[in-house]
């Protein structure tokens, strides 16, 4: 599986820029935002995060996978560990 395979199993277009934030969804909710220029943001609950995070590990990818790691560690921490 490739990276960009992987990517839109979760509903995420690949691009070379790919942009990793937090959004908070209706001031309550904490997910990690993935998007590509150009493209519509793909917001995701931290546990899914780090399920894709792992995915990308095993395809190769480690600092995208970092990334992500990095950001749904801390929704998980604002949302208080849930």
């Not at 691009?15 to 590509?36: K, S």
């Not at 190769?60 to 749904?72: P, Q, S, V």
């Amino acid at each position: 599986m490739t990276r960009a395979e992987v990517l839109a199993s979760y509903g995420i277009v690949d691009g070379p820029d790919l942009t990793v934030d937090l959004i908070q969804e209706a001031n309550v909710m904490w997910r990690v935002a993935i998007r590509a220029a150009g493209n519509p943001v793909t917001a995701i609950p931290p546990s899914t995060a780090l399920e894709l995070s792992e995915q990308l590990r095993q395809v190769g990818d480690e600092k995208l996978a970092d990334r992500i790691a990095l950001e749904a560690n801390k929704a998980r921490r604002y949302q208080g560990g849930k």
